[in-house]
């Protein structure tokens, strides 16, 4: 099975802890991710200014942020279909 690659070409933030990011195969997806920001990667961005200091890391097309937070694209490209099994996972980090 091959991993789908995808890459952020650039997003906004639509909300608090919510992105509607665009990817190279000019599709869209709005993401919130308020119910998996815990532990210690994810956890310091519940704070609003962490938060909103994301940018598109200009090597590998991707979510960063100032503390080494990231996602895989291809996950953010398919939320609906990932975003049960990471906040599930990320309960467990609280």
Do not use: C
């Not at 990667?41 to 200091?53: E, I, K, M, N, T």
């Not at 942020?65 to 279909?81: E, I, Q, R, T, V």
């Amino acid at each position: 099975m091959s991993h789908p690659i995808y890459k952020v070409l650039s997003f906004e933030i639509s909300g608090d802890y919510r992105l509607r990011v665009s990817f190279d195969d000019g599709t869209t997806q709005d993401v919130d991710l308020s119910n998996v920001l815990f532990g210690d990667l994810y956890g310091p961005l519940r704070d609003l200014a962490v938060f909103r200091s994301v940018r598109v890391d200009p090597e590998v097309k991707t979510l960063v942020w100032p503390n080494g937070a990231d996602f895989d694209p291809a996950m953010l490209h398919d939320w609906p279909k990932y975003k049960k099994a990471f906040a599930d996972r990320a309960l467990k980090w609280k």
